[in-house]
């Protein structure tokens, strides 16, 4: 019987290794940690958000780097299928808002439970865990096999095809560290530059710390690099200590790659609903309301009592005026802080924050439809490896089962054919 080696036990991996053994192939899969599926486990907060129920064309305009690549494997293998394949292996599914696709018990862990039963129960698949692939044996642009490294000490290991599911080196401690780049590139391939993505904003001002933990739902965020808009979207972001969270900056984050050397300008649109008209007639009718009070005694009905003090400062206006003597001017000052909330971007914060990885093995280099290599035969990769990536809600996920499941199978295919 042909044997298929896949590197990396995530979802990806998890998925290449069932395909190729329904394809009537032996595999060994190699895990480096003690256990399958350690990023798996923390996805959508632990409840495990494995697909997104939208159409297809969700499904493309989400995926914000090389979409089109995906046309084939996720056709072959789209999310309704990803939902009946684990239907059918026991797990009850549900969907929430915004179409994401949870497990129905809210466990990732019966994600993962449920994909180690069905790779047990083949006879053809070995699970090898505590195992680190450290390289690929390549001859003659044919792949023979990898070399790993167990307690035991380093061993090669032949095999007819080679399927790399290593990740990217996003939350690096759940094993992804990007060997699968360095792998990668001992076959010629290239890397995309690999950058953090759907991560929080490091922001150089200094009232993050006083902001810390304010949750700010219903404002928009608008991001400009000089008049293109990048980014403008209503939804729900925090404050922390560095700077800014949450969907929408997490969202944000994947449209900003391009200009991350440039010069952006970015406000927090904190009335959204209202325009400069309305939210000056709310003004007035909360001025005339504490018209004999201080002036920072009289936005508690406008704002959360941590945004005050700052918005106060923006606003040039003496905090212990009085209400009734503030100028029509500074009330105008007042409108324009509101709607325009600025901040000043440092940078993304690091891969140990960030969701996924952007970037990764160049997909020009890889077939679409049977996920190899194009340089090196009985090659393949599948997952978070490849430089494709998407928005949150299920389709980062949906990436690793449709590619893995199109390698795993292209991969037996192949080998039988061989
Ligand atoms: P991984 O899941 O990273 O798996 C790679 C595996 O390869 C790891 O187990 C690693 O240990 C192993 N490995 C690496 N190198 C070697 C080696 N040399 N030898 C042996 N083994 C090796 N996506 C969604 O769609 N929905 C969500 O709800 C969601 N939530 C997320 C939450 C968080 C906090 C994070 C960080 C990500 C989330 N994602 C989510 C993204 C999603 O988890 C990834 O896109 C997906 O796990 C990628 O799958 P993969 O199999 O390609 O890689």
Redesign the pocket.
């Known amino acids: 019987m042909k044997k298929i080696i896949v590197?990396?036990?995530?979802?990806?991996?998890m998925m290449a290794a069932i395909t190729a053994a329904e394809n009537g192939c032996e595999v060994v899969l190699?895990?480096?940690?003690d256990r399958l599926g350690?990023?798996?486990f923390?996805?959508?907060k632990g409840r495990?958000?494995l697909t997104n129920a939208g159409d297809a064309d969700r499904f493309f305009q989400s995926v914000t780097t090389n979409s089109k690549f995906m046309y084939s494997s996720f056709y072959t293998f789209d999310n309704q299928m990803t939902i009946d394949f684990f239907e059918k292996l026991g797990l009850k599914t549900k969907v929430e808002r915004g179409d994401r696709v949870f497990p129905v018990s809210d466990h990732s862990s019966d994600v993962i439970g449920v994909l180690k039963t069905k790779l047990n129960r083949n006879q053809e698949i070995i699970v090898e865990l505590q195992?680190?692939?450290q390289k690929l044996i390549i001859e003659d642009q044919v792949v023979k096999g990898v070399q790993i490294k167990t307690a035991h000490g380093k061993k090669d290991v032949y095999g007819d095809a080679v399927v790399i599911?290593?990740?990217?080196i996003?939350?690096p401690l759940?094993?992804?560290?990007g060997?699968?780049y360095r792998f990668a590139e001992s076959a010629g391939h290239t890397i995309k530059e690999l950058l953090p993505s759907l991560v929080p904003f490091e922001l150089k001002d200094e009232f993050c710390k006083e902001l810390m933990g304010l949750s700010l739902k219903n404002v928009e965020l608008v991001i400009k690099c000089g008049k293109k808009c990048l980014f403008e979207e209503q939804g729900e972001l925090l404050f922390t200590h560095f700077g800014i969270s949450g969907p929408l900056v997490i969202k944000a984050s994947a449209y900003l790659h391009k200009y991350l050397d440039k010069d952006l300008s970015m406000y927090i649109d904190l009335k959204p609903a209202m325009t400069e008209e309305m939210l000056d007639d709310r003004i007035l009718r909360d001025f005339s309301k504490y018209a004999n009070k201080d002036f920072h005694n009289s936005l508690g009905d406008l704002l959360p009592v941590k945004l005050i003090d700052v918005v106060i400062k923006r606003s040039g206006i003496d905090p212990y005026k009085k209400v009734n003597s503030i100028t029509k001017e500074e009330r105008k000052n007042l409108v324009t802080v509101l709607k325009q909330f600025t901040l000043s971007f440092r940078g993304l914060r690091g891969f140990e924050e960030a969701?996924?990885t952007k970037g990764g093995v160049n997909v020009k280099e890889v077939v679409p439809s049977t996920m190899q290599s194009k340089l090196v035969d009985h090659l393949y990769f599948a997952?978070?490896?490849l430089d494709v990536d998407a928005l949150?809600g299920?389709?980062?996920?949906?990436?690793?089962w449709s590619t893995g499941w199109a390698a795993g199978k292209a991969a037996a295919e192949k080998i039988q054919e061989s």
Do not use: H, P, R
């Open positions: 590197v990396g036990g995530g979802a990806a991996g190699f895990e480096k940690n350690k990023k798996l923390i996805t959508g495990c958000n195992t680190e692939v599911t290593t990740g990217g996003s939350y759940t094993g992804s560290t060997d699968g969701i996924i997952g978070e490896v949150t299920g389709f980062n996920l949906q990436i690793a």
